[in-house]
Structure formats: structure tokens, C-alpha cells
């Protein structure tokens, strides 16, 4: 680096503008977001997000999934880009800041670049991944997994909300199906920024976290068959309600996760279907997804034990059938070293604290390990609150992490 | 009773044409039926049933709720009427006989009347309740409730669907909205014939069940309040998951249920709601609906007594607030002894076989008891089965009960 872009910083008044405009975009309750991918408000804020990108002087792509590619050119037009970003869409109950920061973040630093008359040697891209929440299409991260090639984009399409409209024809709807086909291309490395969403770094007083892996995660959908039945007369010992042996498991997986309590196992049910869903008739469907997360694979492989006898268990217990129909796993992939040791390295010039720490929550850095050396920069957040509307962060804690955001990304893309 | 009566035994034949045309009316799945109350297939139903009881010279009328009445007049025209009816309202999943049977049975009896030339002292009316189900708008009994004076006309046609249309603008749409003012009338007597819905009846080889009274059934809504969360970082000992709360009451209120199995006692979860009902995000809010009875009334006390523990524990160990929001009973009431004998009178008359039985399910006849005097009779069903398109009465274990309670109504008609 040059003396000049030694001490460059972002310019925290103009990034935290920003952030509150998209804070208005979308309004849920109290002060939190409602921003779901693909409705009205998600298109509202990507079309400011390209105009503002466009005003930094970037050049704006969307590919078939609708992801957003802000380029800021490099001096080598051939060589690969650095990718920076994160995602714009927000939980049923979310916060500000949740992938906002990271996004925007990207933003502010092209618009310092911009300002600044700096040139870098690699491209810089801008990226929003459409539908990280999976609050409205399931999975989660879907749009980063088909451009890691994880996911075919025909079956992402088919994706269906609530109310059965297809991901596809959402996307169509708000008009962000782009021609830029899915993935496919050479990115040198890929940058995401994140709060936190857990309480460790604002515990430690320390502005800046340095993912190097995940909490290795493993999830299934199980399906529960029972038989209808009248709720009334029919003895005990002759009910097969689906209802039922969902409960028990549901409670099963929670004790699995107070067992590893103290190792930082959790585990987690959070959706139910029944069929029927009435009260004079026992249902005979279930279907609920769980998920349970662990800081070591071992430990993670340990509470999948647990949860296959659970599974076993409740279906005697229940008098029901239990199917796992869909299973996934994610945050076994490791961050790149490299990539990890610029944000250390960064942080370290800027007089930053620090800490190496795991990432508990899924992200689509985690799909992005499989395209390019990849990492995740961590702020703190109040109290770990988030997928909350009280989610909150400081302008003070956020800055720090921009700028390291910034500096890491600049060291990368003008590595030879 | 003249000689004549003293014989008369309904058609047979024609009782099962008709039950059969209904069984073809709102098909389900298999051979079941699923006609809720107020679809179209309901209305094509009542279309249908109204035809056939003007065919057989009855009046018809149809009050508020949708109630039909059809009317054959009797020699006194001041006397108040002997009622005979039930539902032709099914599940989701229902059969061909829930209900059906003791209105079509009813039918059956004005026909075999007028095709004798029978006069009767007293009007005899067959009746069709709206909604018996409760499967389309809960409560279920709705529209015998507001006919007895329990429920509140406005609050019934409040009641909301899951798409939430309301029970007056469906019955509005099915044009059953009629002139008619609820109840408010003398009504002599009131009988229900029904399929049992338990196993006894065939495991005994016993053609009746004469119904003295029921199994006293209590039943709540409870709501569960957590907090939004995400379901990854949030450590076990911060999270508040109301599914977790729901799912742990639903596995203590089945426990409850086994507990009480050898006195006859079962409990009941079948339907829950959560929000948001997301993979991503800890719900912040369940209901879920639970009941439990038993044969005795101080034995439903003990289980009450056991679930409002089971409350406490559970908002502890969910860490979930748990409300309840609405609590109904029945069940307790007893079927009038005058009619019960004319049941009994009327089995030993024909040489029929008949006990004496507890119903477990609810009926419209409890709410009628509070209207006039009141029984309930009782046919097999095959292994029990309800509440599923197995359902089924073979037409040699129906006929005698239409035939006792043929001859139970005509005994009451003939009162002075």
C-alpha cells in the first residue's frame, strides 16, 4: 500500500445515512425490517441499491437468480474480480443490519474509492445475494448455492412461498431476472462482512471478529404419518396422531441441545405443518424442520446420534411414522487462510482489536468457499439480539469493521 | 300405540338408496366424504335434503343459522314438536354415516309416516344442524349452540375459516341465511340417533346403544408467547421458543391422557399455529387447541388439576409464557330418564338388543338439553373407525336403531 491509501477510512457519517435510508425501506414492527425477498419492498431497496451503485461510478449485472453485481474496474481488465457482499433481504421479524451492513459496507467502500480517485490492480464487485433468509423461500442462502453451483437453478426457481408462488415467477414479477448466466467465472476471493448475531464480541469489547469457520450444522425435514382419527372417543392405545410424535420429537431435539449446552451445542425446531389442522380429528401429517449446531464436526456427529434415537424413540412412543425426507449440512467449510490472515493484517495497521472466533449462523460465504478463497468479518451486536426488531448496532462499533472490510479488500486486490 | 304402529318398520331399501346419494355428494378421499360445513358440496347436499323432505309432505323452514327444519304436522297444532335430527356436516377426512345417519334416519321416519298415512298428536320435525363439524369454523356445535341460547347469533357468524371467510358470509353465499329467529320455541322433545364412534357396540354384538349421558369433556386454547430469535446463535439458555413451550404441553397433555387410560380417560392435541413459522427464525407465538375426558366428572377435575401442572412445568422448561385463552366443557349434561326409557321401551318392544352407554364425542344433543328434554341413541360402527374415510355401518346394524327410534319419537308424538 501507498501512504495515501494507509490511512484511507470510509466515511462513517455517509455509510450510516445509508444504512437508515434502508432502514425505511421495508418498515415491520417498532423499528425493525420486514423485507422479504422478492415482494415489493425487497425490489424498492435494490433499485436504490443500483442507482447508488451506478452514482459510485460501478457498472451493475444481475444474473438468472437476481443477484446483484455492482464492478467497480481494476487497471488489469482481465484479471479476476474481489467480491464483497452480503444480502438486502431480512427476516419476517428482522432487524436493520442483518446482511444490510455487508452490502452497504461494499457500497460505502466504492464510494470511497470513487471519492478518493483510487485505482486497484483486480476489479472490486458489489454483490447482494438474493433470499439468504430463506424466510420466504426455503433454503436459506439459495441464491449463493446455485452460483456455487450447489443448487440447480430450475429447482431453485420451483421454490415456493406460502402462498405456492414459485421463486421464479416472483423474480419475474419485480423484474429482476437478469441475462448474466449463473456463476461460472473466475473470482479471485470473496470478502463478506456480518454482524455478529451473537453476544461474544460486544461481551470482550472487541470491534472485530475474525471468522475462520463455522459451526459445523446439520438440519432434516422429517415427515410424521399418523391416521385421522375422531379426538374424542378413540382410545389411547388406537391413536396415531401425527401431531403427537411431532411434539415428542420437537421436545427431544430441545433436551439434545440443553445436553450439549455446555459445549455450544444448540438445536432448534421452528416450523410445523399438520394435516388436517382441526380440533375434532387427530392429524395424520406432519412435517417440521430442525436443525442442531455444533463448534466441532465430532460434537455435531454426536448429537446426530442423539437425534436418530429421538427419532426412533418417538415414533414407538408416538405410535407414528418418522421419515427423514430432506437433510442438509452446512459450516464444515473452512475459511482460506490467506484471505483470513488480510483481515488480521488489516486490522492490526489500523490499530483494530481483534479475535479469531466461529461463525454460528449460516452465510453465503459458506457457499462461496466452493468457488473462491474465501472469508467473514464479524461487528459486534447488543446483546446478540437478532432475527428481532430490536437487533441493533452502534455507528461506533460498525465503522471499525468497514475499515478493515476496506483495507482487506484493497491488499487483495492489488496482490499481484 | 295402535296395532299398526305396534309393526311399522321403516324401507330399508330406501333408507340406504338415500344414505347412498348422500355418500356421492362432497366425495373425499376413497369412499369418504368431505363436505364442509357450508361449501359447495354442503349446499347441494341441503339442495337435495330440502327436495326430499318437501317430497315427503314436509314444511320447511330454515332459521338464521342455517338450521333446516322440515315440519310434519300433527293433529294438535298448538303442541309443541318432538325434534329429530343430527348433522350432514363431514370432516376433512370424514365418512358416510357421522351425522347422516340421524338426519336421513329422521327422513326416513316422515316417510314411512306419511307413506302409512300416520297421524301423530304432535308435529314431528327432522332437523339438519349447521356446522356440527366444527372441521370448517370452530367451535363445532356452533349453530345448535346459538339455537339453545349458549352462543351469541353475531359471535357465530364472526367465526372465520383458514382463509378467513366468515361463517354468515359463506352461509350467505350458500344462500341459507333464513328468516327463521333462533330457538325461542317449544319443543316438545328432542332425539339423535348416531353412529357410535367407539368399538363397543360391535365388540358386544349389541344393535343399540341408549345414551344416558356423556364423558365429561373439558377443553382450552392455550397460547404460548417466546421470542423471535435466530434459530442458530441464540444460546439454549436465551431462547424462547414457542414451539417449543407447545410442544413440551403436548407431549405432557398425551402423557396426562395415558395416565387416566384405564379409567377410560384420553386427551387430545390436534391442532397448532405458530409465528413465524420459519426454519430461520425462533416462533414467538403458538396456539395450540387441547382437550381431555373421561367417564367421570371428578375424574376430568383430576386431569384438569394434572394439565394446569402440566402448564406451569412447561412454561419453565420452554421458557414460554402459556395463557389460556378459552375454555369450553361438556358433556356433563344428562339425557332426560323419560326419554331414555322411551329408548328402551321402544328396543324391547321391537325385541332389539340394546346397553346402556356413555357418549365420548360431542353431539348437538347436549346442547339441546338445555332447550328440552333430550336423548341420544346409538348404532355400530365397524372397529370404531370416525373421522376417516374407513368409516363405516353395515345397512343390517343401522336399521334397527332408525326402527327404535322410529317408534321412541312415535311414542312421544303420541303423548298427551
Request: glycine content about 10%.
Amino acid at each position: 500500500m501507498n501512504d495515501r491509501t494507509n490511512l484511507l477510512q470510509v466515511d462513517a457519517d455517509r455509510l450510516w445515512d445509508t444504512m437508515m435510508t434502508s432502514a425505511r425501506i421495508g418498515p415491520g414492527r417498532d423499528q425493525g425490517l420486514r423485507r422479504l425477498a422478492l415482494d415489493a419492498s425487497d425490489k424498492e431497496m435494490r433499485d436504490v441499491f443500483v442507482e447508488w451503485c451506478r452514482e459510485a461510478g460501478a457498472t451493475v449485472s444481475v444474473d438468472r437468480m437476481g443477484n446483484i453485481f455492482a464492478r467497480r474496474h481494476g487497471r488489469d481488465a482481465a484479471a479476476a474480480p474481489v467480491m464483497v457482499g452480503s444480502h438486502l433481504d431480512t427476516q419476517f421479524t428482522g432487524g436493520r443490519f442483518d446482511g444490510i451492513l455487508g452490502v452497504l459496507g461494499g457500497l460505502e467502500i466504492l464510494r470511497t474509492l470513487d471519492e478518493q480517485g483510487i485505482e486497484t490492480r483486480r476489479p472490486i464487485e458489489v454483490v447482494n445475494w438474493s433470499n439468504e433468509e430463506g424466510a420466504r423461500f426455503n433454503p436459506p442462502m439459495l441464491a449463493s448455492a446455485v452460483f456455487a453451483g450447489l443448487r440447480d437453478l430450475d429447482w431453485a426457481y420451483a421454490r415456493t412461498d406460502n402462498d405456492g408462488i414459485t421463486y421464479g415467477s416472483a423474480l419475474a414479477e419485480i423484474g429482476y431476472v437478469g441475462d448474466t448466466e449463473m456463476g461460472g467465472r473466475d473470482i479471485d476471493a470473496y470478502f463478506e462482512l456480518h454482524i455478529e448475531q451473537g453476544p461474544i464480541l460486544e461481551a470482550e469489547g472487541i470491534a472485530v471478529g475474525v471468522v475462520t469457520h463455522g459451526y459445523a450444522t446439520r438440519g432434516m425435514r422429517l415427515r410424521f404419518e399418523g391416521e385421522t382419527a375422531h379426538s374424542g372417543p378413540t382410545p389411547m392405545d388406537q391413536r396415531r396422531n401425527a401431531l403427537v410424535g411431532a411434539a415428542y420429537l420437537i421436545a427431544a431435539v430441545n433436551d439434545i441441545g440443553w445436553k450439549y449446552h455446555d459445549e455450544g451445542g444448540k438445536s432448534t425446531a421452528s416450523q410445523i405443518a399438520i394435516w388436517p389442522n382441526a380440533v375434532g380429528i387427530l392429524p395424520e401429517f406432519a412435517q417440521v424442520s430442525i436443525d442442531f449446531r455444533h463448534p466441532e464436526v465430532g460434537g455435531a456427529e454426536r448429537m446426530f446420534t442423539d437425534v436418530e434415537a429421538a427419532i426412533e424413540y418417538c415414533a414407538a412412543r408416538g405410535n407414528v411414522g418418522i421419515e427423514i425426507v430432506d437433510r442438509w449440512r452446512f459450516g464444515v467449510e473452512r475459511f482460506d487462510p490467506d484471505c483470513v490472515q488480510l483481515v488480521r493484517d488489516a486490522a492490526d495497521d489500523l490499530g483494530i482489536r481483534y479475535m479469531d472466533m466461529q461463525s454460528q449462523a449460516g452465510h453465503d460465504a459458506y457457499n462461496m468457499t466452493h468457488v473462491c478463497p474465501t472469508t467473514l468479518i464479524f461487528c459486534p451486536c447488543e446483546q446478540g439480539i437478532t432475527h428481532n426488531e430490536a437487533e441493533n448496532v452502534a455507528k461506533e462499533d460498525a465503522v471499525p469493521s468497514v475499515n478493515v472490510l476496506l483495507h482487506a479488500v484493497l491488499a487483495r486486490a492489488n496482490r499481484q
